[in-house]
């Protein structure tokens, strides 16, 4: 009562918005007449002028109006659009940088370009990142002539470009391209070998299409940039033969939960101990599995009984088949061909669980994408180990300002402000929205359901309406398919089978009488025109490699045809959306609903719900079935219920909730890293930039040198001093040095030690030159900090393991993660720095006959966006990372004998040779 009082007092936070963009479209609008009296060569003039004024200090918001009225202007010229005034509030918002919910069609593509025009006065480049390559590529060629227009290049950058086409189109004004290839870029940035190999600006504007995908969908898929680790498919195909031999435990056929140990029979003296009848149990919900004691023992027998193991399972070397078996089991029950995934051309294929498309390149970890491989019988592709890898969230935080575009971001509006302080803005539609969304329609089985769908679309296609029906899975929209094929209803398929025709299904979606199948959002980005697409009838007409007079004409030709089509399925009214199950976030259904009903459109939507469907078994009341069951549900016919409706949106908002909390979690462990990966960068770049590298390693020698000094006076006696600095000296250096008198003081010995080392030093750069030896120091700096990152990475991912552990013994995890991390960290800036001051000190030189050459720095690296925990890494195809130049004439030779992998370390750590300085040759 009290929120709808204030509401009414001060109005919604909707209507403040408007209010606050309202005298900023004004003024635009005052200005079109300005703009439109330009000629079009004043058009690059004024944006010459307008970065003339910025670079003098002017502010973007002063240039703001007459900015947006020459970019409204030049598409009116260009493109024959003008910018709607809900066009330029959305441009505002993008500037301010928030979030703009515009509806599907409503032209967000357009929207956005006075904003890049405006940040890209500047100077500093304006990257619009889209979903996928071939909106990337669309929507550069589409707006591109605008910018040009106006004096502004633009660039895009497609997945297949070389490393000099990325460079040209990073430099252009506006540059387009996918969040996959920004963040792969900036982390194969970060791995090579010179400072002019790099092809990445700076990070200043953004303007994210499909936000909501980009920063929520996919946000718990970090990117990682891997390498060929070892090869451990003999373990995985050991568990794969055992896997279907385990039991699942016995549920209670009543409620389906496992049977459990009453809590209070441990209170009774005589009560039987309790065993749980089956080997593991299975948690969908998270999709995990968990063995009872007789499935360990089970699982011990059956993989002596196989010859995969001999002996206990609980062996030092056989306990990493408990990890294998739970991948296997995992894979067998929880994990389903053509709904998880697919296998194409001998490869399991991950699908995206939001949009339905084949995720090319990712790969699920820890084992399970070799688990699944074995389960269905292809060839098992090696594990990988991670060389680079960043969150799409510390991503794009990097940016100095970022922005974003989505057709549903309100539901999500509390996530995007706690994460990254985005806050979103709805604009209202151009036209209003005229579709009606109908009430769900709730069956008490899935049997009921699909019956009733099929009845639905025959009843729908007898009248000529378009139809686009939305499916969760691979596996029931292919269902589905042979439901109407044996009713012999005509229609298309789109999923991640057949996902290169996608662009022209939903095209023709909204055709008079099509039927289309769709999983979730597959063809998003893509408009769906009532009557079908005008283009695609010119293009069949003309064909694909008609010049634009030709298309042109062909345009005329076929707009009276489709003109009337248009208007016969307006009639009709419009397209009508089917959805076949309810998806577990709310903004997915809303994006499903919102392919209808376009700039005024007409159009239908009901959702077709049954109990047995994933999203009301796991995570509706467990008594709702029961309890519908008995109230006389169980004759097909279906109920329209508020307490129904309730139970759907509660059990959303609670898988909304877990997924929020799962991409939290996932967040605050990776800042732990973030903060390491912003240093280990910083510390990269200055490494390459510095032309006087030499004096920087001789100053941690020196700082090693005085840490001898200060350890040895402050722990040996006076009359040991000397010829313990010797020692240590000889172990850490491989340097003699004179021993000093016995009253000789700690600062006089530094100065001493110092002066043996700048001599040893100067000796070796006389030899070479300077420039030679900072590259020899480069080169096995750069090679130090990227073996040891490396090898952290792996670290952090095991510790990351480990400590989850520990909140049995009432530790908070991920204080341990950051305390026990940052302890790792600084060991391996220590390990970094002892081994570049040895490799100054101990380097031994010599005149060649040949030429010392740098090793190539090339090296076989896979991309992947995987998720930490539920996916990892691998495989694109293969982008080789190309080193740089030679190295002067400089051979390092060994001055002493070769020392064992199990021998002590020669750096004195106490640790084997292996464990420590060997551990990466």
């Given at each position: ?726 020692s240590e000296m000889l172990t850490t250096f491989q340097l003699e040095v004179p021993v000093l008198d016995e009253k000789a003081t700690s600062e006089a010995y530094k100065q001493h030690l110092q002066q043996c080392i700048d001599t040893e030093i100067d000796s070796k750069v006389a030899l070479t030159g300077e420039k030679p030896f900072n590259d020899f120091l480069r080169f096995n700096y750069l090679r130090q900090v990227d073996l040891r990152w490396q090898d952290h990475l792996t670290t952090l991912e095991d510790l990351r393991d480990a400590v989850s552990l520990r909140s049995y ?76 130049g030679d190295v002067a004439a400089v051979t390092i030779r060994r001055d002493q004998p070769k020392v064992g992998r199990n021998d002590p370390c020669p750096c004195g750590s106490g640790k084997k040779y292996k464990q420590c300085h060997g551990k990466n040759s």
């Amino acid at each position: 009562m009290g929120s709808s009082f204030f509401t009414k007092l001060f109005g919604t936070k909707q209507d403040k918005d408007l209010r606050s963009l309202v005298p900023l479209v004004e003024l635009v609008n005052k200005e079109e007449a300005w703009a439109s009296a330009l000629s079009d060569d004043q058009f690059p003039a004024q944006t010459v002028l307008f970065r003339q004024q910025v670079a003098q200090g002017a502010s973007l918001e002063s240039l703001l109006p007459k900015a947006f009225a020459l970019a409204r202007e030049a598409a009116k010229r260009v493109l024959g659009e003008r910018h709607y005034d809900v066009q330029i509030m959305g441009a505002a918002v993008l500037h301010q940088g928030k979030i703009l919910e515009m509806k599907t069609g409503e032209g967000k593509t357009l929207t956005c370009v006075p904003a890049a025009y405006l940040n890209a006065l500047e100077n500093k480049g304006v990257h619009i990142v889209t979903v996928n390559d071939y909106l990337a590529g669309r929507d550069a060629s589409w707006m591109g002539p605008i910018y040009e227009f106006l004096g502004l290049s633009v660039g895009v950058i497609l997945s297949d470009m070389d490393n000099e086409a990325k460079r040209r189109a990073y430099s252009r004004d506006v540059t387009y391209g996918t969040n996959n290839e920004f963040g792969f870029d900036y982390l194969r940035d970060n791995m090579k070998w010179s400072a002019q190999e790099k092809i990445q600006p700076k990070h200043h504007y953004c303007i994210i299409d499909e936000i909501d995908s980009i920063l929520i969908d996919e946000a718990r898929t970090p990117l990682i940039i891997s390498g060929q680790s070892e090869d451990d498919s003999a373990q995985v195909l050991g568990a794969a033969k055992i896997a279907a031999f385990l039991v699942e435990c016995d549920k209670d056929p009543e409620t389906g939960d496992y049977f459990e140990q009453d809590p209070l029979s441990r209170f009774e003296r005589n009560a039987k101990p309790f065993e749980e009848r089956g080997d593991y149990k299975l948690d969908e919900k998270q999709k995990k599995v968990s063995f009872t004691n007789q499935g360990m023992l089970h699982m011990e027998e059956l993989l002596n009984k196989h010859h995969v193991i001999n002996g206990s399972v609980y062996a030092d070397e056989n306990f990493e088949y408990v990890h294998y078996v739970t991948q296997a089991v995992k894979a067998l029950r929880l994990y389903s061909n053509d709904v998880d995934y697919v296998v194409v051309e001998g490869q399991v294929q991950i699908v995206d669980e939001f949009t339905g498309r084949i995720l090319h390149g990712r790969r699920y970890s820890d084992g399970l994408h070799q688990a699944i491989e074995a389960k269905e019988k292809i060839k098992i592709l090696g594990q990988n180990k991670t060389l680079a890898t960043i969150t799409f969230q510390n991503f794009f935080r990097m940016y100095d300002k970022i922005s974003g575009m989505t057709g549903t971001a309100d539901t999500e509006a509390p996530e995007f402000l706690k994460i990254y302080n985005l806050d979103v803005v709805v604009i209202p539609t151009n036209k209003q929205v005229v579709r009606k969304d109908f009430p769900d329609l709730v069956y008490y089985n899935e049997q009921f359901k699909f019956k009733a769908i099929c009845e639905e679309i025959e009843r729908v296609h007898k009248t000529g309406q378009p139809i686009l029906v939305g499916t969760i899975s691979i596996e029931k929209s292919e269902l589905l398919s042979l439901l109407l094929r044996r009713m012999g209803i005509k229609h298309e398929v789109l999923n991640a089978k057949n996902h290169a025709r996608e662009a022209m299904i939903i095209e023709e979606a909204g055709a008079k009488g099509a039927v289309t199948i769709a999983t979730n959002m597959a063809g998003r980005g893509t408009d769906i025109k009532l009557g079908g697409s005008i283009d695609a009838r010119a293009r069949r007409l003309c064909g694909t490699e008609a010049s634009p007079e030709e298309f042109a004409k062909a345009l005329k030709e076929v707009f009276p045809s489709w003109k009337k089509d248009y208007e016969e399925v307006k009639t009709l009214g419009g397209l009508y959306i089917l959805g076949t199950e309810r998806h577990e976030s709310r903004r997915i259904d809303n994006q499903l609903r919102g392919r209808s009903g376009r700039q005024g459109d007409p159009g239908a939507s009901r959702f077709f719900v049954s109990l047995d469907d994933p999203l009301m078994r796991l995570f509706a009341s467990e008594n709702l079935k029961n309890i519908l069951g008995k109230i006389g549900m169980q004759d097909g016919e279906p109920i329209e219920h508020r307490m129904l409706s309730n139970a759907i949106e509660k059990a959303q908002k609670r898988v909304e909730d877990r997924n929020f909390e799962i991409r939290k979690h996932l967040l605050d462990y990776d800042d732990v890293l973030n903060e390491q990966r912003n240093f280990m960068y910083a510390e990269r770049d200055a490494i390459l930039s510095d032309e006087h590298l030499l004096e920087r390693v001789r100053a941690i020698c020196h700082e090693i040198s005085f840490q001898i000094v200060d350890t040895v006076f402050a722990n040996v006696k006076d009359d040991q001093k000397g010829v313990k600095i010797l020692s240590e000296m000889l172990t850490t250096f491989q340097l003699e040095v004179p021993v000093l008198d016995e009253k000789a003081t700690s600062e006089a010995y530094k100065q001493h030690l110092q002066q043996c080392i700048d001599t040893e030093i100067d000796s070796k750069v006389a030899l070479t030159g300077e420039k030679p030896f900072n590259d020899f120091l480069r080169f096995n700096y750069l090679r130090q900090v990227d073996l040891r990152w490396q090898d952290h990475l792996t670290t952090l991912e095991d510790l990351r393991d480990a400590v989850s552990l520990r909140s049995y013994a009432q530790k908070n995890p991920l204080v341990e993660y950051k305390v026990e991390g940052f302890e790792i960290f600084n060991e391996m800036l220590e390990g970094i720095k002892h081994f570049m001051a040895q490799t100054l000190v101990r380097v031994q030189i010599t005149r060649p006959e040949q030429s010392y050459q740098r090793p190539s720095s090339k090296a076989k690296m896979v991309e992947s966006h995987t998720a930490k925990g539920a996916f990892a890494s691998e495989s694109q195809p293969n982008r080789r990372v190309q080193g740089g130049g030679d190295v002067a004439a400089v051979t390092i030779r060994r001055d002493q004998p070769k020392v064992g992998r199990n021998d002590p370390c020669p750096c004195g750590s106490g640790k084997k040779y292996k464990q420590c300085h060997g551990k990466n040759s």
